[in-house]
């Protein structure tokens, strides 16, 4: 039957961890997969989660959930995401539901986009999340590219994008990282995205964020979702992608959100009736555990709060690890500039080492990372710092 099955290509991050755990250097670094770890490389889980752990111990039933998930993770990040007071969430205006993480509410919205608007395209930022291109080819919507990041300043292309944004054809759909852009670490600023929020009133474009990485930037929720709230004020009526993953430390229980907005609460009860019934044939109804997780914590005050200090324990960790890179990488007397090291947000650091350059730390030094030398930040301690440091600096001396 399946002589014609060969093997699939490998995932550019996954498969840096399996190569990573195949070395066996006690030198070795693990630059490569987004998830937060400890200042001794450990993976963490939040005390709010254990709290909330303990809370809802023998209270949890396992019958599945109904089609629309949990309804109070759904109200609670929908909050998050357009505020406590908004509209959009008072009036009931957005088709939401609780979604297989960030991927899973990509691929959910890539099936509905495909499904109600058959002609169009969406255009990702270039780079992006590599998956992104997957998740919008496996759902048959081609997919094209917008100017993101300009290599020579380490920053956005500012000028490009727009100038992309201007000349895509009317009604298009792009694809928008609120904060922590994935790989780069580059965001617009408050300005930039209300002329990028009116340029799409302009033509008509529909706004589709992706929000992964909510608190990670700046360790203010809100302060992250700014870019939502500047679209939505203009009067977007916009996509939204949320996962849980990194911020509360749930990689593996995969919870997270997807809304869109609607004209009115008919509007929404329509689009969500029709995302639940295109969840229904792909994987029935999301889990129930970690969304449980989840929205005990946001409906609690206490542990909301302790949730907030933990994320920004989380961000100052992966800050100050930014600043000494930097600080070591100019003691060593490297005659380029690492500005971008503390200038960039997030997760990650867009590091503008070559792949050349990447194969050489990972060859010689054991240190990991994909090929468009990204690294993550997270993967960095104090006690690799120096090391790394020296290994950068030997790879890109001469
Ligand atoms: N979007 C972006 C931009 C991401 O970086 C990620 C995680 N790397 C995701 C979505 C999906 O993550 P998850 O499915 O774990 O929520």
Known sequence: WWHNVGIAP?????????????????????????????????????????????????????????????????????????GENSDVVKEGRFAGVQALSGTGACRLFAEFQRRFRPESQIYLPSPTWSNHHNIWRDARVPSRTYHYYDPESKGLHFGALMDDVKNAPDHSFFLLHPCAHNPTGVDPTEEQWREISHQFKVKNHFPFFDMAYQGFASGNLSKDAQAIRIFVEDGHLIGCVQSFSKNMGLYGQRVGCLSVLCMNAKQAIAVKSQLQHIARAMYSNPPVHGALLVSTILCDPHLRNLWVEELKVMVNRTTKMRVTLQKNLEELGSPLNWDHITNQIGMF??????????????????????????????????????????????????
């Open 10 to 82: 490998k995932d550019p991050i996954l498969s840096i961890t399996e190569a990573f755990f195949a070395d066996s250097s006690p030198n070795k670094i693990n630059l490569g997969v987004g998830a937060y770890r400890d200042d001794e490389g450990k993976p963490v889980v939040l005390q709010c989660v254990r709290d909330a752990e303990a809370k809802i111990t023998g209270c949890e039933f396992l019958e599945s959930l109904s089609r629309q998930g949990n309804v109070k993770l759904v109200e609670e990040s929908a909050k998050l995401a357009y």
């Open 349 to 398: 650091c867009y590091s503008g080492l070559t792949p050349e350059q990447v194969d050489q730390l990972r060859n010689k030094f054991h240190i990991y990372m994909t090929h468009d030398g990204r690294i993550s930040m997270a993967g960095i301690t104090t006690g690799n710092v120096a090391y790394l440091a020296n290994a950068i600096h030997e790879v890109t001396k001469s």
